[in-house]
């Protein structure tokens, strides 16, 4: 009845409900001549809204079987569309029964292709190329070996403390180690808009096995650093760290309904009044410039709480000469509170 009133059709279809799937792609090129090639598969499965954050290829945790069924179907597939250039094809993975449903065709490269040009040690964007001009890649018709494995994770500015808002501002450092991939577009002084996607950057890492891959992640990202606006960084390093990655026991639902993450962040919930962040020794030499010298008023207190919670000396810390700040620390820490004599609580209770 609802189907004859809204669309004048009665018909309906259903859909089977496969509540922890993995989301598993295979990558297909082809010269649309009908001979089409199949590049090993993606798992996909750790997501967020349905938005992917960490690839890796080959998917872990597959049978011989089911691996070689999802490829026949997606070579099967490309074949008979004698599918042209260089495509996707994403399945629903029940892996309580080891079955693969047809998603959908992805008609385009994938945001996640570096990690199958990592495990073939080719360049897809190059085939594509070639294949239009007329020219097709030898390795079409000579299907490489794979090597390793690949993971990829996606650097947002978001801010996982708001439920992972979208976040914006000028990047006044930006920093990824040199012995991996990082396809980006930011740098020193990029200012981040809120009007666009959130991608700031896509870390890739190849290793021998898989192990290695994650090993290697875990180094990248403890060497990546940006500053100046909110991102998902400390997520994704909590994230490969986690037992669901190391183990393989992926799922769509892991990052939303078994993984916990507490941000490494601390809410300004007031201000305060001339309450300042500050560094030892400041900013010096640039009189001649014409700009005085900056830092804290009590260099020696300052310099002494570092001390006490093991920072170097010249670490960041705030400096309250009238009326301090209301934070809230998401995270444990330890704080220490030198200089004059002040009034401080800790949840409410005045601390001595």
Known sequence: RLASKFFKNTGIYLERCIDDARHIEVQMFGDGHGH???LGERDCSLQRRNQKIVE????PNLTDDVRSRLHDAALRLGTLAKYRSAGTIEFVYDRTNQEFYFLEVNCRLQVEH????????????????SL???????ALYNVPTSRGAAIEVRLCSEE??????PSSGTLHEVL??????VDTWITNGTEVSPYYDSLLAKVIVHGNNRKEAIERMQRALEHTRLIGIS???DFLRHVIGSSFVTSGNLSTKVLTDYFKYRPNAIEILKPGTYTTIQDYPGRVKFWDVGVPPSGPMDSYAFRLANRLVGNTEDAAGLE???????LYFHTSNTIAITGATMNATLNNTPVD
């Open 36 to 38: 089409v090639i199949t």
């Open 56 to 59: 890796e290829t080959p998917a």
């Open 114 to 129: 570096p990690i199958t040009e990592a495990i073939f040690d080719i360049d897809l964007v190059e085939w594509m190329v």
């Open 132 to 138: 239009a001009a007329g020219h097709p890649a030898k």
């Open 160 to 165: 996982p403390v708001h439920d992972f808002r």
């Open 176 to 181: 990824f180690p040199s012995n991996v991939r």
């Open 231 to 233: 991102t998902n960084l």
């Open 320 to 326: 309250c000469t009238l009326d301090g700040p209301f």
